[in-house]
């Protein structure tokens, strides 16, 4: 079965896609100029400015230099230059790497490296802020090369750049908050400007799915292109792993279903932080234990041995030294330090058995489990890990396969095929939505009497407890791009210009069941996903008597749209008969910490009721 050809673009004005990947360690930047009636081309930023990337194959190391005054020295490819760390050390440049990691959710921290012992950014710099740096350096390496490489490529550029659509890919464990924080990264880069048609321009799609459509595109999936069919995706990168499951509904038209996925942090930089932690130990008391030596080891092995390695019975050679290095005691021996086949096992297996673990976890967890499993990334190059993983899948009845072309370039590639073609239609949610509400209390509840201490009058008279939960979306529940979710809810006040606006917090449940009534239960469960804000002035209110006096009371529904990548929402209302709809603003509260800030001219949070 040949590759899915892309479809010509339908579009009536010219167009420019920028797909970017922001790695941990590599970053990626591919494009597609949309013509009008034409087939589409994908191609990949293969050199930024003046220099090539990583080997030639579109990677561009995610690394920076700051001066001491806070502005960008040097980024990517031109900061892994030789002599650039000399450079550093003379004008007292600050590297940084790895920034990425700042900005996964908190929740990943747990059995991992936590956030306090990544490297450090530099004084006064926000994650984000680096985030958009780097995005910046980016997108001039994307124009520079079309401008270079494209016939009357200024002109060409000139007449896209302010209807150019980009779609930034990120871990599948991340979720709205760190989307947000990407968007913002996005405005303060000039990528785009920070307005509602700006924001439109900026799309999201996780790792795992967009290197699903680089394969599918690619004709990399062609063994398992059958309706009902189930595919895993591995993506092994150099800090991550992504490990996803989908479900093929149709091949024609071609109809993907996402029902999990995964994000574990065992990717081959990992391997090589075992090793260093290794030769610290055996090493502390040898004359070659500074940082020097164990320094130029951990180079030897990442550059000569960690991608070769096959277990084997024969022992490693790590080279480090001239000959007179000798120390019998820690098996080195002419500049050469031997490590065991048990040694090198040391440092792979554990990311070998983290994989496995979640493979079984989503296949046990599989309504339809997968036949055939797709090794992608930069790790994927491992013959150890392939070979290891193969035998493993095989006592699973998993079939592992891992494509011969160059796929450490699939998640830029994917996200603008993702743009164009939308092959993942329909997704499956691992999590609850809901928000936290008052119902009314009813002693004939045995939960409601174990809350009577929870309780307070409203304005109406009526008595209501505190820490009920309604779920919105709820867990397990398939969803179509074009799908949308609703619940009804009350509210009421003695001033009725309080109803004007509206706040409410959307919470996500990460329970076992579906459908939780309590918050109070297990609070550690539930986790602020984002606020809701929106505009309720129109939105009728009915004038009622109360013990009080006169207080109103207002009807409306909170929408959730779901289906896309993104969580957008609104609020509907009935007037005159008819619905109507009023936009409602997401903001996320992390570490840009916005949330009650946007939201604070929107008024107090809303103290939503229904019934249970």
């Known amino acids: 079965m040949p590759a899915l050809q892309l479809q010509p673009y339908s579009g009536s004005a010219r167009k420019?896609?920028?797909?970017?990947?922001?790695?941990?360690?590599?970053?990626?930047?591919?494009?597609?100029?949309?013509?009008?009636?034409?087939?589409?081309?994908?191609?990949?930023?293969?050199?930024?400015?003046?220099?090539?990337?990583?080997?030639?194959?579109?990677?561009?190391?995610?690394?920076?230099?700051?001066?001491?005054?806070?502005?960008?020295?040097?980024?990517?490819?031109?900061?892994?230059?030789?002599?650039?760390?000399?450079?550093?050390?003379?004008?007292?440049?600050?590297?940084?790497?790895?920034?990425?990691?700042?900005?996964?959710?908190?929740?990943?921290?747990?059995?991992?490296?936590?956030?306090?012992?990544?490297?450090?950014?530099?004084?006064?710099?926000?994650?984000?802020?680096?985030?958009?740096?780097?995005?910046?350096?980016?997108?001039?390496?994307?124009?520079?090369?079309?401008?270079?490489?494209?016939?009357?490529?200024?002109?060409?550029?000139?007449?896209?750049?302010?209807?150019?659509?980009?779609?930034?890919?990120?871990?599948?464990g991340w979720e709205g908050a760190q989307r947000g924080e990407m968007r913002q990264a996005a405005f303060m880069a000039g990528l785009v400007p920070q307005t509602s048609a700006g924001q439109a321009r900026v799309h999201f799609i996780t790792e795992g799915e967009a290197s699903l459509h680089f394969c599918i595109q690619n004709g990399l999936a062609n063994k398992t292109m059958q309706d009902g069919q189930c595919v895993m995706l591995v993506d092994a990168g150099r800090k991550t792993v992504d490990i996803s499951s989908y479900e093929l509904i149709s091949v024609s038209p071609l109809t993907i279903q996402a029902t999990s996925a995964d994000c574990i942090r065992q990717g081959s930089t990992h391997i090589s932080a075992r090793v260093e932690a290794h030769l610290k130990e055996i090493l502390q008391d040898s004359a070659f234990g500074d940082n020097k030596y164990i320094k130029s080891m951990l180079d030897y092995f990442n550059k000569a041995k960690k991608a070769v390695f096959k277990d084997e019975e024969k022992p490693t050679y790590i080279k480090f030294g001239s000959m007179g290095c000798n120390d019998a005691k820690v098996n080195i021996r002419r500049g050469q330090l031997m490590l065991t086949r048990e040694n090198m096992l040391s440092y792979f297996q554990p990311s070998l058995e983290e994989i496995v673990a979640k493979i079984k976890k989503q296949l046990q967890n599989a309504t339809r489990p997968p036949t055939t499993v797709f090794l992608i990334g930069s790790f994927a190059a491992s013959p150890w890990?392939?070979?290891?993983?193969?035998?493993?899948l095989e006592d699973l009845g998993l079939t592992l396969f891992r494509p011969n072309s160059h796929t450490n370039k699939a998640v830029a590639n994917g996200a603008v095929c993702f743009f164009l073609e939308h092959f993942v239609s329909t997704r499956v949610m691992k999590i609850t939505y809901g928000v936290k509400i008052v119902v009314h209390y009813?002693?004939?509840?045995?939960?409601?009497?174990?809350?009577?201490?929870?309780?307070?009058?409203?304005?109406?008279?009526?008595?209501?407890?505190r820490d009920a939960f309604s779920p919105i979306l709820k867990k397990g529940t398939r969803l179509r791009e074009t799908m949308e979710v609703s619940q009804p809810y009350h509210r009421e006040a003695l001033d009725s210009r309080t109803l004007d606006n509206a706040v409410a917090d959307i919470l996500t449940y990460h329970g076992p069941g579906a459908d939780p009534r309590w918050t109070d239960l297990t609070p550690e469960l539930f986790t602020p996903l984002c606020t809701v804000a929106a505009d309720t002035s129109r939105v009728a209110r009915v004038a009622r008597q109360g013990p009080q006096g006169v207080y109103y009371e207002q009807q409306f529904n909170v929408v959730l749209l779901c289906g896309l990548t993104e969580l957008q929402a609104q609020i509907s209302w009935t007037e005159d008969g008819v619905e109507r709809r009023g936009p409602a603003k997401v903001v996320y509260d992390d570490y840009l910490n916005v949330s009650r800030r946007e939201c604070r001219g929107y008024g107090a949070h809303m103290h939503i009721y229904g019934s249970k």
């Open 16 to 172: 420019l896609v920028l797909g970017i990947e922001v790695g941990t360690t590599y970053s990626g930047v591919a494009y597609t100029i949309l013509d009008p009636g034409v087939v589409p081309l994908i191609h990949g930023v293969t050199r930024c400015a003046s220099t090539p990337c990583s080997a030639g194959d579109s990677k561009i190391p995610s690394i920076l230099y700051y001066n001491p005054d806070g502005s960008v020295a040097c980024a990517g490819a031109e900061a892994a230059l030789p002599g650039m760390d000399l450079e550093a050390e003379d004008n007292e440049l600050v590297f940084v790497e790895w920034f990425k990691l700042h900005l996964r959710p908190e929740r990943l921290d747990a059995g991992e490296i936590k956030r306090r012992d990544l490297p450090s950014l530099p004084r006064g710099k926000t994650v984000v802020d680096v985030f958009a740096d780097f995005l910046a350096y980016l997108f001039r390496c994307a124009k520079r090369y079309i401008c270079e490489t494209h016939a009357n490529g200024d002109s060409l550029w000139s007449s896209l750049e302010d209807r150019i659509e980009f779609v930034l890919s990120h871990p599948n």
């Open 385 to 392: 890990l392939y070979a290891s993983l193969k035998r493993r």
């Open 442 to 465: 009813n002693p004939a509840d045995p939960e409601h009497l174990q809350r009577a201490a929870n309780t307070y009058t409203k304005h109406s008279g009526r008595v209501v407890v």
